[in-house]
């Protein structure tokens, strides 16, 4: 009896420390910087990081440069040209963990489990007017080049059609302005929705750090490295 008791306190003593070690080295995955090298330069276009309960949004102004990049998702219904756009929201996560519910509560342990085993990559587009946030907001600046460098690594994570079009997954989204789209690359508890996060901003050429599995990892990395 002691010999089969000891084989679930193994399990669970093993799933601890798994779970320990992943956050320890995403703690100190946000402190090694990536980009190390270059420079703070001065930037002139603002975008916005808006930490939630587990994860990092990232916002983009709606400027003629953004439009254009975010043109391909009219087709599936997000109002790009709308003009009292100001803000395009852009972000990737699990298929089923994501699209299950506006609120973490309705979220079913099955798209929990799928998310941390492996699940498909969706995006979600939604724009916004004038902001209003109770969520912690974090701004952070960037060049001409690394914004244009930024865009294109964002959309690049879009699974297109034959046309060059993204393909609108059929969900009827959160709001009445956002979109679900089919992604690229695959969702783990290696590669999350903070680690997809933090290799568009290190693409872009930003200091920042080398790996971000959680939202305290992402948030210790832009303060330890941009001070915000």
């Not at 929201?89 to 929990?112: C, E, I, N, R």
């Not at 979600?124 to 969520?135: I, P, S, T, W, Y």
């Not at 997954?169 to 709001?175: E, K, M, R, V, Y």
Request: aromatic share 12%.
């Amino acid at each position: 009896m002691l010999r089969l008791l000891r084989f679930p306190l193994f399990g669970t003593r093993l799933a601890l420390k798994i779970v320990f070690l992943w956050l320890f080295f995403g703690m100190l995955g946000g402190l090694i910087p990536a980009n190390k090298d270059n420079p703070h330069a001065p930037g002139n276009i603002d975008v916005l990081l808006v930490g939630g309960k587990i994860h990092y949004d990232i916002l983009l102004p709606a400027n003629l440069q953004t439009r254009s990049a975010l043109r391909f998702t009219a087709s599936g219904g997000v109002p790009v040209d709308h003009p009292g756009v100001e803000w395009f929201l852009v972000g990737w996560g699990a298929k089923q963990f994501y699209t299950s519910a506006g609120s973490y509560s309705d979220v079913k342990a099955t798209a929990v489990l799928r998310a941390i085993t492996g699940d498909d990559a969706v995006m979600r587009v939604d724009v916004l007017g004038q902001l209003h946030f109770n969520a912690p907001v974090q701004r952070l600046s960037l060049t001409h080049v690394q914004y244009n460098t930024l865009l294109a690594s964002l959309t690049e994570s879009f699974t297109r059609d034959n046309f060059g079009q993204a393909q609108v997954l059929d969900h009827p989204g959160f709001t009445d302005t956002d979109r679900f789209f089919h992604a690229n690359g695959h969702f783990s508890a290696l590669r999350t929705c903070n680690v997809w996060l933090g290799d568009q901003l290190r693409n872009a050429g930003v200091r920042f750090g080398v790996w971000t599995p959680t939202i305290w990892s992402f948030g210790l990395s832009l303060r330890e490295h941009h001070g915000i």
